[in-house]
């Protein structure tokens, strides 16, 4: 009992790979610098990524539909990436590791684009603001230009899910002090997120505007090594998770036994089918999953079949391509239920999206100029930033609090799926606006200049309150969606879980490229002119923003069906799980 004050309960561990001692690791000092680490590696991305699509016009003289398929294409790739970092943290580095090693990467790949910028693509083109004429870059340079920005892409979309589960693993969510803390954490951590990004786009949004890209490619390489060196710093006070193995092997053990098992009927009583002894778990350093009646085909594969029953005092069980425990089964269900809502989350990433391709698009045709002070239309996103941290204050302070009280107690706040609804319903209104303004933007364009490539007399600040809704409903939808991931996947997958909501801003990004393709591919058959045209004067991207607003209407349809269905994941031991049973009645 005293051992089991001392030593934290959900079993992680020291450096040396003994149990962690509470008050010698993790906790919010470890915690602290990991979230100051995350803001410092996104200030550092996202001053490469906030005018990409600018330096891709002016610089690389591509445009603006290709501009922002490229830039669309490079930001899911690198959320791509975290499935990859994901992968390796889970199976075999563990958190620590994958976070390190992928860090270096990643200012690897910012000191290669900071210096071939300004050895190659910017020695003829400075200031490199498209108001005077680039010389067109060589092969050569576009080829290093795009072998660097997808180093960095690697680095800093592997690095992502691995350093927010790595950040919640600094607190035992077995222990009722620092079990809330751990949920406190993914809304600081993506406020931490925001936070960096707003360095990114005001000041070095400036400076890029302005055409003086290598300074900026400067300063995120200065920030990503500044982020190394705090992640460093704090080793001696982590905590630590075993990577559980493979998870390919064991999902592909369970799918294989259930097959040969075919024709086996499935007890009735759950208690006949497989488990190890309480004391152990088949998965390394994870904790057993209580059976659950969903996809009853896979419980096959913890029916025994041979003659003599495997012991539960084994670890695993001897014959685990014929044979898998109930934990085993449960972790490929808990896989199985999770598609369905990913799926559902795409369509928001695509709206989401739109932040760095054509909001800045709209931006850039726009009056930029406000008492005489140029506000580059990257700058506009801070408000975005805003909307988070204003969000994130308002949700942790007054609606948890409102929403206990309203139920006397019973809830703790929205469920994670509540919030994801809301977050479909703000950013279908936040595309709504973006319609509106660009109607008025087109009017005011017109009224100038009728035929002209000129910007619109509707001032930018207008962009503001959809740039503030997005804000807002990223922090019910992309909050919610780490915490959800987190949750439901089981211990040996929890990297998997947050790079689930990473893969959905990928899978969001090459969709919107699809979409911009279709788009354009329809509208701009033989002499008409394409709804994101090179002329945006001329052309309809506020039927675009429309049609991205009744897309998000629909797939909140298709949501709400699936989370009405969605069973939550139970440990053993943790009770409280199973009230969760009802989805968006809001019950926890």
């Known amino acids: 009992m005293g051992n089991d004050s001392i030593v934290t309960r959900d079993g992680s561990v020291d ?27 996104t200030l550092a991305f996202f001053g490469v990524g906030v005018n990409l699509v600018l330096f891709m016009t002016r610089v690389l003289q591509l445009d603006n539909a290709e501009a922002a398929n490229r830039v669309s294409n490079w930001t899911g790739t690198a959320y791509v990436f975290s499935l990859v970092g994901a992968f390796v943290s889970d199976s075999y580095w563990g958190r620590y590791r994958t976070c390190a090693v992928f860090q270096i990467i990643f200012l690897a790949g910012l000191l290669e684009l900071s210096l071939s910028s300004y050895f190659l693509l910017l020695k003829s083109c400075a200031p490199g603001d498209g108001k005077q004429k680039c010389a067109p870059p060589t092969k050569l340079e576009i080829l290093i230009f795009y072998l660097s920005i997808y180093q960095i892409a690697l680095g800093n ?9 790595f950040g919640a693993d600094q607190f035992d969510e077995e222990d009722p002090e620092e079990g809330p803390s751990k949920m406190a954490f993914f809304s600081y951590f993506f406020m931490a997120n925001n936070l960096g990004t707003l360095f990114s786009n005001t000041l070095v949004a400036y400076f890029e505007d302005k055409g003086r890209w290598v300074l900026s490619f400067w300063i995120s390489s200065a920030a990503a090594f500044l982020a190394l060196v705090l ?37 009735p009583q759950e208690e006949k089918l497989y488990e190890v002894d309480a004391k152990h778990c088949a998965i390394n350093g994870g904790r057993k999953i209580l059976h659950t009646p969903d996809f009853r085909f896979l419980d096959r594969a913890a029916v025994v079949t041979y003659p003599e029953s495997p012991s539960q005092d084994e670890h695993r069980p001897s014959q685990p391509w014929s044979l898998c425990t ?18 559902c989350t795409i369509i928001y990433s695509v709206v989401y999206s739109q932040m760095s391709s054509v909001f800045i698009e709209q931006g ?45 107690g019973k809830l703790k706040g929205l469920t994670e799926l509540q919030r994801m609804g809301i977050g479909l319903v703000v950013s279908s209104i936040a595309m709504i606006s973006a319609g509106v303004v660009e109607i008025q933007r087109l009017k005011h364009a017109k009224r100038a200049c009728n035929t002209c490539r ?26 919610g969606q780490l ?29 919107s490229s699809l979409l911009v393709t279709i788009v354009m591919g329809i509208t701009s058959k033989g002499d008409q002119i394409g709804w994101i045209s090179e002329n945006l004067n001329k052309g309809h991207m506020d039927r675009f923003y429309f049609l991205l607003a009744a897309l998000n209407a629909v797939d909140l349809i298709f949501f709400v069906a699936c989370a009405k269905r969605y069973r939550f994941m139970l440990l053993d031991g943790k009770e409280e799980g199973k009230d969760r049973d009802g989805m968006l009645d809001g019950e926890e």
């Open 15 to 41: 450096w040396n790979g003994h149990p962690a001692i509470r008050r010698k690791t993790g906790g919010w000092f470890p915690g602290i610098l990991l979230l100051v680490n995350q803001g410092l590696a």
């Open 157 to 165: 979309g592997a690095y992502q899910p691995a350093a927010t589960t």
């Open 231 to 267: 992640f460093f710093a704090a080793t001696p006070w982590y905590r630590h998770f075993k990577p559980g193995g493979n998870p390919l092997t064991r999902v592909s053990q369970v799918i294989v036994a259930a097959v040969r098992n075919w024709k086996v009927r499935v007890p």
């Open 326 to 343: 109930i934990t085993q089964v449960e972790e490929v269900k808990c896989i199985l239920r999770l598609i369905p809502i990913w799926f």
């Open 364 to 408: 850039v045709v726009m009056k930029t100029s406000v008492s005489g002070f140029h506000i580059p239309p990257a700058c506009i996103s801070i408000f975005e930033i805003l909307g988070v941290v204003i969000f994130i204050l308002l949700y942790r302070f007054y609606i948890v609090t409102f929403v206990s009280r309203v139920s006397k």
């Open 454 to 479: 000129s910007s619109s007399s509707l001032s930018i600040l207008w962009q503001i309150p959809q740039y503030v809704l997005i804000g807002a409903s990223e922090v019910f939808m992309y909050v």
């Open 483 to 511: 915490e959800f991931f987190n949750n439901e996947t089981p211990d040996g997958l929890k990297s998997f879980g947050s790079a689930l909501y990473v893969a959905s801003m990928s899978a969001g990004s090459y969709v």
